[in-house]
């Protein structure tokens, strides 16, 4: 018996679909596994069932469009698929409302991964396609949400190089702290291109009236180049409350990704061109890989240890 | 506390800081807002160019933002309660105003957004003691005069009428209330009370704020429900509002028109609208006269 036990049942009520339809039918039901005494039971006898359940929906809609700016491809996607309006509305629950603000997004993205995974019924060809865009955009969600949780580390990881020293080879790299690798069917960002007509902000809006069409999926994931997408968060500038964070986002050819493993912060770019070239690698291979590492320390994604 | 020391900030709007209409452009305008109000981020930094090019143009700033617990069990961080008193002093708000509704749940505090938008008071006495904490936790670290608003509700909870529940907690924490005309009517289509029928719950010189808004009206089964739209008209009910309370209040310093989203041409117009009434029905001398500056 509580103001706590109150609050409970009033979250509850909010982001729960099963618990309104049952305080709809038989309130004192409803609200029979919280420990309330009489006078906190009859708090709940104000409630106007319809507007409640107005109040809720309209509640989602608002946390959908938040979660849709961080995950805008995979909305796009989904939105293609029979029923996804209800659905994703439905991936809105209790539980999901429980997971802290900050990973939040990276968890709807797993659901949204199971849902098309297990449940819809995407074209059965692209299914594999879209499941690993939705995949990226939700490592790169679990990669924002764990830096705002630490920005404190964060802070600690600075900032990349504005300009690379001429030795820049010759020193010991590693992947950044807070960065993520993943391997895309397509140019997330040339998906992005393709199917998200309107800022991220709008978006959600936009998809919950003007669905993408299957036909506009095939078309933006026709031709299959993948990718190895490199991304980096960091803090745009000191907050001491709620982090603001920008994203260096780089993708480079597919090929790259096995070289990845060497960079442990021992190695150096110039040892791994070079034990590639005894490997029996083309001389013509070096110049591209050279500039493929070059873009990613410039943009924090791989760091340089030594730098001054 | 005595309120009426606090400046008299007269007609103001409520504004986005890097969206149309631009508020320097309405500041400058003949007949603009004489002070902008701003939902920003906690951290002061992120407004403080466009805060410092309307305080240039002329206007005060009001700092209202929406991520202050002012009510239930979820304690505000000491982090967020002491960058807020650093932001209030850099942009040199008067006083600090905001919804009393949960923003945020648990040990996670952040924007009212991380829950759709504010979700409203239980009005109940344990809910009103707990309240009561929450408001001097931010008195205890902000340096200028509370202000608590009551959130617009679709439903409520708990039975203490709405101006019981604030009078009580604006005399025993000794801060001033801000009242949104469209809140308040958002709460008599949530509750099927009204508002005139309270005002003897209502300690009215601690009202030092008025908001009008835009709403719209959704049908519901069990009757009408007020949605805060700010980019929408103000509805008849929220005029009404306005013009039978403003008269009852003898100590307004600012009457906000929240107008995110309308366009600069449109604006004007409303504000040369609340400009006529409240010199006509303003309840006190001096904000009446604040008109004709």
Redesign the interface.
């Known amino acids: 018996m509580?103001?706590?036990e109150?609050?409970r049942a009033?979250?509850d009520l909010?982001f729960d679909r099963d618990l309104r339809v049952q305080f709809r039918e038989n309130p004192t039901e409803a609200l029979g596994g919280y420990t309330l005494n009489r006078?906190?039971r009859?708090?709940?006898d104000?409630?106007?069932?319809?507007?409640?359940?107005?109040?809720a929906r309209?509640?989602?809609?608002?946390?959908l469009a938040?979660l849709c700016q961080e995950l805008p491809v995979s909305f796009a996607l989904a939105s293609s698929v029979a029923g996804a309006g209800a659905q994703l509305r439905q991936l809105v629950d209790r539980e999901l409302?429980d997971v802290?603000?900050a990973l939040?997004a990276a968890e709807f993205g797993n659901r949204l991964m199971d849902w098309m995974q297990f449940d819809a019924e995407p074209p059965t060809d692209l299914q594999p396609q879209m499941l690993a865009l939705i995949g990226a955009e939700t490592a790169m969600a679990r990669s924002a949400g764990s830096l705002r949780q630490l920005q404190s580390a964060a802070q600690e990881s600075g900032p990349a190089p504005t300009a690379l020293p001429a030795e820049w080879t010759t020193l010991p790299a590693s992947i950044a702290d807070h960065a993520c690798a993943v391997i895309v069917p397509q140019s997330l960002s040339e998906v992005q291109r393709a199917l998200c007509p309107v800022d991220t902000e709008d978006l959600w809006r936009h998809l919950d009236g003007h669905p993408v069409t299957e036909a506009q999926v095939r078309t933006a994931l026709l031709s299959e180049e993948p990718r190895l997408l490199l991304v980096r968060h960091t803090l745009t500038?000191t907050?001491?409350?709620?982090p603001?964070l920008s994203r260096q986002q780089v993708e480079v050819s597919s090929g790259f990704a096995p070289l990845l493993r060497y960079l442990d912060g021992r190695n150096r770019i110039h040892d791994i061109l070079e034990q590639l070239q005894q490997a029996g690698a083309p001389q013509s291979m070096v110049p591209a890989i050279l500039q493929g590492f070059e873009q990613l320390v410039g943009a924090g994604i791989v760091r340089l240890h030594g730098l001054p | 506390m005595k309120f009426s020391e606090l400046p008299m900030l007269g007609l103001g709007a409520s504004l986005s800081l890097s969206a149309q209409p631009d508020p320097v452009a309405l500041v400058r305008a003949e007949g603009g807002p004489g002070f902008v109000e701003y939902a920003g981020?906690?951290?002061p930094?992120?407004v403080l160019d466009e805060v410092n090019a309307i305080r240039a143009a002329g206007a005060p700033v009001l700092f209202h933002p929406s991520y202050i617990n002012f009510c239930?069990?979820?304690a505000n961080?000491s982090?967020?309660l002491?960058?807020t008193a650093a932001h209030i002093e850099a942009v040199g708000s008067p006083w600090f105003a905001q919804d009393c509704a949960?923003c945020?749940?648990a040990d996670?505090?952040?924007?009212s957004?991380?829950?759709?938008?504010f979700?409203p008071p239980?009005?109940?006495h344990?809910?009103l003691e707990?309240a009561k904490d929450r408001v001097r936790e931010v008195q205890d670290h902000v340096q200028v005069p509370v202000a608590i608003e009551p959130p617009p509700m679709?439903?409520?909870?708990?039975?203490l009428p709405l101006l019981a529940f604030f009078g009580e907690l604006a005399e025993a924490t000794d801060c001033a209330l801000l009242f949104d005309m469209g809140h308040l009517v958002s709460y008599e289509m949530?509750?099927g009370s009204r508002i005139v029928d309270q005002l003897h719950y209502l300690p009215r010189e601690r009202v030092i704020e008025v908001h009008v808004a835009g709403g719209r009206l959704?049908d519901?089964?069990?009757?009408p429900?007020y949605?805060d739209a700010h980019e929408a008209e103000i509805l008849a009910d929220t005029w009404a509002m306005f013009e039978a309370l403003l008269p009852r209040l003898p100590n307004v310093r600012a009457v906000c028109y929240e107008c995110e989203g309308i366009a600069g041409d449109a604006v004007l117009a409303t504000l040369r609208r609340l400009r006529e009434a409240v010199r006509t029905l303003g309840g006190s001398a001096e904000l009446r006269e604040a008109m004709e500056s």
């Open positions: 509580s103001l706590q109150q609050e009033l979250f909010l006078a906190e009859a708090d709940f104000t409630i106007r069932v319809p507007a409640l359940e107005r109040d309209m509640r989602v809609f608002m946390l938040q409302m802290p603000v939040r500038h907050q001491r409350c709620m603001l | 981020l906690v951290d930094e992120s239930g069990t979820f961080a982090r967020w002491d960058t949960y945020f749940r996670d505090p952040t924007y957004t991380s829950l759709g938008y979700v239980i009005l109940s344990a809910s707990t679709s439903f409520q909870v708990g039975t949530a509750s959704r519901t089964e069990a009757g429900l949605i």
